[in-house]
């Protein structure tokens, strides 16, 4: 029985030790550093979102994250595609604000 018991410990001990040995070595795989408690990265103005507001977007790891490459892939693309739209709208606008002048 006394055998059992310090084979169950030693276990735990090289467990522990393996596992704070991997977590210095490969750190938590962020790419950003944490928040702090209760702070939120993730903020937009009111009105008149641009194509920079969209890509500057950060959300909050919590325990079941997000891919965060995926989302920052998503992020870039909503945000170019926000930005060509903008654009042909001020287009748009300043044709026929054009054919209205004439």
Partial sequence: ?????????VMVLVAAVVFLLASVVFGRGEEL???????????????????DDLRGVRFQLALRGY????????LRRLGTELDDLRARVAELESERAGEVAQ
């Fill in 1 to 9: 029985m006394t055998t059992a018991l310090i084979y169950l410990v």
């Fill in 33 to 51: 550093p944490p928040l702090p408690p209760g702070a939120s990265p993730t903020r937009l103005p009111a009105e008149a979102i641009t194509g």
């Fill in 67 to 74: 891919k965060m490459s995926e989302v920052d892939w998503v």
